[in-house]
């Protein structure tokens, strides 16, 4: 990885157990820390880490280094990392579908697309009502194998995530039919939306508002019980200075969000209960904009924070689908 940026000597990991960059807001995030796991950094040097997806049967990690336009690898057997994919048309978000594959948002492409398992790519989605897409962000795949995902116009504002173009479209999340591969809008009501998560019985999902005024907010809604629509919107968390970005769901209903950017303080990542009560934060030197669980339980938390990935082994399982 390159080594224009020096972060490998501007932090170093916490020799003390329990890691003090854990922290407890709320007695119920006890349960989830392990008292001796700590925040370990796999990887630096990148512009702007993105979209981690953990890949088990490989024991490896990708992420998006958007601005550099390639797709990274962290191998969990030797530690080292290399360029998966470049260019990557300037990928952001991804997620893995329920038969083991890649999918992930493209910038550069205004796209969603299906990595196969012979390496070819197949389009998802590109276009709506014969208007291409903005800059698809995130992306999840509910249980039925349908594809839902974000698409603000943050990657086609400018020349350094994508390129430069004029949105053709309002600031949707859509979502894919698995059997006929049309797209849907499910809502069209969120000032710039981004991350998304489903809750563990998916009848709730959670869009990030990364555009609210006067603050971001992570709300809710209701998924209907034909599964492929949403009702009964509301303000989960109201983010307040912070800056919430990608996040995940564990198996207990917790959110596990990326955090940071407009106080330093605030940098790394905030967990919230169900009821959005904030329980715990995992302070980093970076802020972080997206994360997946994964590892041999699925309970190892990887963090994409601005230069760098870190890890951190926690007491809980993500959800499928993230």
Same mark, same amino acid.
């Given at each position: 990885m390159?080594?224009?940026?020096?972060?490998?000597?501007?932090?170093?990991?916490?020799?003390?157990?329990?890691d003090?960059?854990?922290?407890?807001?709320?007695p119920?995030?006890?349960k989830?820390?392990?008292?001796?796991?700590?925040?370990?950094?796999?990887a630096?040097?990148?512009?702007?880490?993105?979209?981690?997806?953990?890949?088990?049967?490989g024991?490896?990690?990708?992420?998006?280094?958007?601005?550099?336009?390639?797709?990274?690898?962290?191998?969990?057997v030797?530690?080292q990392?290399?360029?998966?994919?470049?260019?990557?048309?300037?990928?952001?978000?991804?997620?893995?579908?329920?038969?083991?594959?890649?999918?992930?948002?493209?910038?550069g492409?205004?796209?969603?697309?299906?990595?196969?398992?012979?390496?070819?790519?197949?389009v998802?989605?590109?276009?709506?009502?014969?208007?291409?897409?903005?800059?698809?962000?995130?992306?999840?795949?509910?249980?039925?194998?349908?594809?839902?995902?974000?698409?603000?116009p943050?990657?086609?504002?400018?020349?350094?995530?994508?390129?430069?173009?004029?949105?053709?479209?309002?600031?949707?999340?859509?979502?894919?039919?698995?059997?006929?591969?049309?797209?849907?809008?499910?809502?069209?009501d969120?000032?710039?939306?981004n991350?998304?998560?489903?809750s563990?019985?998916?009848?709730?999902?959670?869009? *990030?508002?990364s555009? %609210?005024?006067?603050?971001?907010?992570?709300?809710?809604? &209701?998924?209907?019980? /034909? @599964?492929?629509? #949403?009702?009964?919107?509301?303000?989960?968390?109201?983010?307040?200075?912070?800056?919430?970005?990608?996040?995940? *769901?564990d198996?207990? %209903?917790?959110?596990?969000?990326?955090?940071?950017?407009? &106080?330093?303080?605030? /940098? @790394?990542?905030? #967990?919230?209960?169900?009821?959005?009560?904030?329980?715990?934060?995992?302070?980093?030197?970076?802020?972080?904009?997206?994360?997946?669980? %994964?590892?041999?339980?699925?309970?190892?938390?990887?963090?994409?924070?601005?230069?760098?990935?870190?890890?951190?082994?926690?007491?809980v399982?993500?959800?499928?689908?993230?």
């Amino acid at each position: 990885m390159t080594d224009k940026f020096d972060f490998e000597n501007s932090w170093q990991p916490s020799q003390r157990y329990p890691d003090p960059s854990v922290v407890t807001l709320d007695p119920r995030f006890n349960k989830y820390r392990l008292p001796l796991a700590g925040v370990e950094r796999l990887a630096t040097g990148c512009r702007w880490c993105e979209g981690p997806v953990w890949f088990g049967d490989g024991r490896y990690l990708l992420w998006s280094d958007i601005p550099n336009n390639r797709i990274m690898r962290w191998d969990e057997v030797t530690g080292q990392s290399s360029a998966f994919r470049q260019p990557s048309n300037f990928a952001n978000g991804q997620t893995r579908d329920r038969q083991g594959r890649l999918i992930t948002c493209e910038h550069g492409g205004r796209r969603v697309t299906r990595t196969e398992y012979d390496g070819s790519i197949t389009v998802l989605a590109e276009s709506f009502d014969g208007k291409r897409l903005n800059s698809p962000n995130d992306v999840i795949v509910k249980s039925d194998g349908s594809v839902w995902f974000t698409d603000p116009p943050f990657g086609i504002s400018g020349n350094y995530e994508g390129h430069r173009a004029e949105p053709e479209l309002g600031q949707n999340v859509y979502r894919l039919d698995p059997d006929t591969g049309k797209l849907k809008v499910v809502a069209d009501d969120i000032l710039g939306p981004n991350g998304l998560a489903f809750s563990p019985d998916e009848t709730v999902i959670y869009i *990030v508002e990364s555009r %609210g005024e006067p603050s971001r907010k992570i709300l809710a809604y &209701d998924v209907n019980t /034909d @599964g492929a629509s #949403v009702q009964n919107k509301r303000v989960l968390i109201d983010a307040g200075s912070g800056t919430p970005d990608g996040f995940r *769901v564990d198996v207990d %209903g917790n959110l596990w969000c990326g955090w940071g950017m407009g &106080d330093a303080e605030l /940098d @790394g990542v905030m #967990v919230f209960a169900p009821d959005g009560t904030p329980i715990g934060r995992i302070a980093l030197p970076e802020r972080c904009a997206n994360l997946c669980f %994964g590892g041999r339980a699925n309970s190892r938390l990887f963090m994409a924070a601005s230069h760098s990935v870190y890890a951190l082994y926690v007491n809980v399982a993500g959800t499928a689908g993230g």
